[in-house]
């Protein structure tokens, strides 16, 4: 069964079509990312057409254009920080304290191993959630 196109193409759809056309004769050469301006017109020209007749006009895929039409809950709550602590302050222990060596790891592999003097517990806490909370380990 032939999946017939639309007939009635916006001037936003038309548009994006040729902004694309160009984009991929003077693009160079190899893989490139698609430019977020042209992300936008993709999306505008989806919203008011249809993702599936924007994606087969502007030979884009389905389902990376359908998370930019309709971003989940979980995309849009992840934001940076901002301002990340530029510093975090471990003071003296008084009382129960031991010395311990933190160390993180990044998820492309990366490791740092850090020696700490003898701080509290609830130091410690206050240091893991400023470096997770920055998002400073991950980098």
Known sequence: MRIKEPTSRSAA???????????????PPGRSRIPARLWA???????E?????TSRLLRLDYAALRRRVFP???????????????L???????????SCVIEIESPCGGRV??????VTVSD?????????RSGSASR
């Open 13 to 27: 759809m038309e548009r994006a079509r040729h902004r694309f056309d160009h984009w991929r004769r003077t693009r």
């Open 41 to 47: 017109a993709a999306v505008a020209a989806a919203r």
């Open 49 to 53: 057409q249809g993702v599936h007749a």
């Open 72 to 86: 989940t809950d979980e995309s849009r709550s992840v934001t940076p920080p901002a301002s990340p602590p530029t």
């Open 88 to 98: 975090i302050e471990l003071r003296p222990a008084t009382g129960l304290a031991s």
């Open 113 to 118: 191993r850090v020696p700490v003097p003898p």
């Open 124 to 132: 410690l806490v206050a240091l893991a959630h400023g470096v997770w």
